[in-house]
């Protein structure tokens, strides 16, 4: 079945540098692609859905690129601030799969320093 | 519209304990989740509901847990007997059909004793 490799597990960054990170998955038929950001204490809050026919996806700071060639997904912070200090997990949705399931990445934490 | 809400957001059992957990899922959506998420593993799928039939029930975790869905807007996932090894959030998550994202709830987490 499909499996997603996250990476970094770990990042930290300076106030004003980017961050960036990489979903590699193995199913050439996936579909929709999904980021979502995890704040201390709290649960999932999503922060884009991707289709497969859009390599480029703009969100307030961050942009998603999708390569479907070499089965990438990567999450671009441009200007990180420490509001962004959370977990981010990809996830993947299969095509012709069965229901509405989710393969999620193992998620990275990200910490923003002042 | 209220998201999805989980009760109680925070459990501590004694090993061999009986505990449930509660999820109400977003007013209108089809599809109900349960999922573990531990650092070692992150998130794990528990058990899957669509309009309140059991789809997925995760192989490893069938023995001693159980989802169940009585109504549309309410499910439980017991846990029987717990064991320390279950110490971890337990997250609710609901979507609308297909091809729609996943809304989280804000999960319980469990310590075992």
């Known amino acids: 079945g499909e499996q997603v490799e996250q990476r970094p597990p770990h990042l930290s960054v300076r106030e004003g540098d980017s961050a960036v990170i990489i979903c590699t998955y193995t199913?050439?038929?996936?579909?929709?692609f999904f980021w979502y950001k995890q704040e201390p204490g709290a649960g999932l809050q999503l922060l884009m859905k991707v289709f497969s026919s859009t390599e480029i996806n703009e969100g307030q700071g961050f942009t998603v690129l999708l390569n479907k060639k070499d089965k990438q997904l990567s999450l671009n912070l441009t200007a990180a601030h420490p509001g962004d200090s959370a977990v981010y997990f990809c996830a993947v949705r299969n095509y012709g799969s069965s229901g509405n399931k989710l393969i999620f990445g193992i998620g990275t934490l990200l910490s923003v320093k002042p | 519209d209220a998201g999805v809400t989980q009760t109680p957001r925070h459990e501590v059992a004694e090993k061999g304990q009986t505990i449930i957990l509660k999820c109400e899922p977003v007013?209108?959506?089809?599809?109900l989740f349960w999922y573990r998420q531990t650092k070692i593993q992150g998130l794990e799928l528990l058990s899957y509901?669509?309009?309140?039939?059991?789809?997925?029930d995760g192989g490893a975790f069938k023995d001693r847990f159980k989802a169940e869905m009585l109504n549309s807007s309410f499910s439980t996932l017991k846990i029987q007997p717990t064991e320390p090894k279950d110490s971890a959030v337990y997250l609710c998550?609901?979507?609308?059909?297909?091809?729609?994202?996943?809304?989280f709830g804000p999960g319980t987490r469990l310590t075992v004793l």
């Open positions: 998550a609901s979507s609308f059909w297909d091809y729609a994202e996943q809304f």
């Open positions: 509901f669509r309009s309140k039939s059991l789809m997925e």
């Open positions: 007013s209108g959506h089809n599809d």
């Open positions: 199913d050439p038929n996936s579909y929709y």
